[in-house]
């Protein structure tokens, strides 16, 4: 799949921070809704989050109801300058990782965890604690695909926000 044509200010928002709201519908259709490490496939133009397997009630979710939501809200860490909020509602698919070696995307997750939160570099210090975090926490994959973006400039809530139309590009 080709890259999104993204305005400049949303592109940096994926790219940059840090977490986002991650929503499901649950089997008794209530949404839930946890914060989640995402990580911008810009060459596929998809999200990619990962769970471990004893956490997996958002995977069941998404298996049972693909339509999905990430709010990026919080630039918190980010050092963006009043980037705006942006809505993503998509499709997911979800899937078990169990390719040897791991797919790039999951060494590029891997490190981009490990520079946002340093501290964390202390538990993955060893070659086997690194294969272990990327078989327990990377075990299992939804990639999220854009079907519409809405996005509040300034992050202000109080003004309806502008949808972008989702274009792919070669």
């Known amino acids: 799949m080709p890259r999104l044509s993204l305005p400049p200010d949303v592109e940096a928002v994926f790219r940059e921070c840090f ?48 339509q999905v939501s990430l709010l990026f809200s919080d ?21 078990e990782v169990v390719d040897t070696p791991p797919p790039a995307w999951s060494r590029e997750i891997f490190k981009m965890s490990i520079r946002r939160q340093p501290d964390s570099r202390q538990f993955v210090a060893s070659r086997l604690a690194r294969r272990l975090f990327l078989f327990y926490f990377q075990r299992i994959a939804l990639f999220v695909t854009p079907r519409r973006m809405l996005v509040w400039p300034h992050r202000d809530f109080t003004l309806a926000p502008t949808q972008l139309e989702v274009r792919y590009v070669e």
């Open 19 to 66: 977490t986002c709201e991650f929503t499901t519908v649950n089997k008794q259709g209530e949404p839930l809704t946890w914060p989640t490490l995402p990580y911008y496939d810009q060459l596929e133009g998809r999200f990619i989050l990962t769970a471990s397997i004893a956490f997996a009630l958002k995977t069941y979710n998404a298996r049972r109801h693909p």
């Open 75 to 95: 630039p918190t860490g980010s050092q963006l300058l009043d980037p705006p909020a942006v809505l993503v509602q998509g499709d997911t698919i979800v899937s």
